[in-house]
Nanobody, 121 residues
Framework: QVQLVESGGGLVQPGGSLRLSCAAS????????MGWYQQPPGKQRELVAR???????EYADSVKGRFTISRDNAKNTVYLQMNSLKPEDTAVYYC???????????????WGQGTQVTVSS
């Protein structure tokens, strides 16, 4: 019913920048919070940044001041601008969206397929 497609990952040197995008499509009535999560190799998936439909944001301590989350509600898209990247930022990055598929439905979480970010010299 709802698909999330991420893009923008890749290989970057320490200190470099990347911009991730995640576009939602399908049966969408409205989208509440959207967020980005990272899953380093052998570790659990953790929240990186989150943004509400009204634009309020929250960040993991490890990325504050370096990453910026934003969204374009007209395009059902969330972005993650990642600056001053460090090797420890290496992970698969997933987006998540809380989507209402009708005016009568509760919001349900949907996940993207993930995009690899590798920070290495």
């Amino acid at each position: 019913q709802v698909q999330l497609v991420e893009s923008g990952g890749g290989l970057v040197q320490p200190g470099g920048s990347l911009r991730l995008s995640c576009a939602a499509s399908g049966r969408i009535f409205s989208i509440n919070a959207m967020g980005w999560y990272q899953q380093p190799p052998g570790k659990q998936r953790e929240l990186v940044a989150r943004i509400t439909s009204g634009g309020s944001t929250e960040y993991a301590d490890s990325v504050k001041g370096r990453f910026t989350i934003s969204r374009d509600n007209a395009k059902n898209t969330v972005y993650l601008q990642m600056n001053s990247l460090k090797p420890e930022d290496t992970a698969v990055y997933y987006c998540k969206a809380a989507v209402e598929t009708s005016s009568l439905a509760y919001a349900r979480d949907y996940w993207g397929q993930g995009t690899q970010v590798t920070v290495s010299s």
